[in-house]
């Protein structure tokens, strides 16, 4: 079958090729990036891959050099050859440090770019997002008597007023404390989803990736590494690099024997690799299941004994030490559940929930930067 929305026509942005180098130093390497009508699509990475620059391409605050740009199936941009200005490309900007017109009021700012609407329609488009992110009480007032998730709600509802078929966000909840910024999150979500436009969003954070992406484009040192949905990328990971992205995990070596990989805590599949191949195993702090000695059948533990337990909250934080049929000893980081908290020393059965356990060859080793 055919997938019409990975056609420039089917999408509201297509990047195609796009390369970029600042002072000859390339940003962007070569990055090939969709986003269908209605869709959110992160895009993710450490800090200097090439988030924001290829943001400020697709807004036009950066003019193209090699490749091309599409809206709504229009090439906008191409190769240095042909360049849409940012105010034509009918694109929301919602960016960490996008400015309110301090001396507007609320009401005054989102109704703004709404001059093709007449007075009353202006009006009402503009209460009817301030009311839909929570703020309609702010409409008169004016933006330094405003609180920071207060004016980034009036950013975000200034720039989805025009309607624009694409918002461009960039790490627009970072500068909010973490209670506020779970809700502005769920409120933009919100809003994206009931207004249908499509958005590229640009974070280096996985957790908020996760919540707002129906895609998430995870990117490093100007490429991307892997595109899917965040099911595939944390439960399918491509790489080393994508499954340490997403958090710390513990790193064993290994090599392959009968289409397994024997480790201290167990044994792991491995039989799509070749026999006898050198090979690095992630394993989550989460694939840990740790319990007090006798509570499995002997077949399915490993004698381990506990270094040290923190109660972090919502989960405990485990140092183990597994020793291995085969005499190995490894050193493991768990991540239990609620409230677990064995003593130093004690002895522990560890399960491991294979699911949460990676194999790449040992060459491909590459920690998240
Ligand atoms: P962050 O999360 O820290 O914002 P990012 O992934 O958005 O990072 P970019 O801001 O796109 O990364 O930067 C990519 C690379 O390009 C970095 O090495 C950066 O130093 C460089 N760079 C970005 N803008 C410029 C500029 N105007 N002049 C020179 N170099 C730049």
């Known amino acids: 079958p055919i997938d019409d929305t990975s056609t420039p026509e089917a999408n509201v942005l297509a990047m195609e090729g796009v390369r970029h180098a600042f002072d000859g130093l390339p940003a962007v390497k070569g990055v090939d990036l969709h986003v269908a009508p209605g869709e959110v699509v992160c895009l993710l990475g450490p800090s200097g891959c090439g988030k924001t620059t290829l943001l400020r391409i697709a807004a036009g605050l950066e003019t193209l050099q090699q490749g091309r740009v599409s809206l709504n199936g229009q090439t906008i941009a191409e190769s240095r050859k042909r360049h849409l200005p940012p105010e034509k490309r009918n694109v929301g900007l919602a960016f960490q440090d996008s400015a309110l017109f301090p001396h507007l009021s609320v009401l005054q700012n989102v109704t703004f770019g709404l001059k093709q609407l007449s007075g009353e329609a202006r009006t009402e488009r503009a209460m009817g997002l ?38 461009l966000l960039d790490e627009p909840f970072s500068s909010l404390d973490a209670r506020l910024r779970d809700r502005i999150r769920d409120d933009t979500l919100h809003v994206l989803k009931q207004v249908g436009a499509g958005a590229l969003l640009v974070t280096h954070d996985p957790e908020e990736a996760m919540f707002m992406a129906d895609r998430i484009a995870l990117m490093r040192d100007g490429a991307i590494v892997q595109t899917g949905t965040p099911k595939e990328l944390y439960c399918s990971p491509c790489d080393p690099f994508v499954v340490t992205f997403f958090g710390e995990v513990n790193q064993l070596d290994g090599v392959v024997s009968g289409g397994r990989v024997v480790t201290p805590v167990g044994k792991v599949e491995a039989d799509w690799l070749p026999e006898g191949e050198a090979v690095q195993v992630l394993i989550r702090p989460e694939a840990l299941r740790v319990t007090e000695r006798h509570d499995l059948p002997a077949s399915r533990h490993t004698h381990s004994h506990i270094v040290m337990a923190k109660l972090l909250g919502r989960s405990s934080l485990l140092h183990l030490c597994a020793h291995g049929e085969d005499g190995r000893e490894a050193h493991l980081h768990a991540r239990i559940p609620g409230v677990f908290l064995p003593a130093e020393g004690q002895q522990v059965d560890i399960h491991l929930d294979t699911s949460q356990v990676f194999v790449f060859p040992a060459g491909r080793r590459v920690v998240a930067g």
């Open 130 to 167: 301030l009311k839909q992110l929570g703020i309609a009480g702010y409409a008169d007032a004016y933006p330094h008597t405003l609180s920071g998730g207060q004016q980034q709600r009036v950013a975000l509802a200034r720039a989805l007023a025009p309607s624009p078929a694409l918002m």
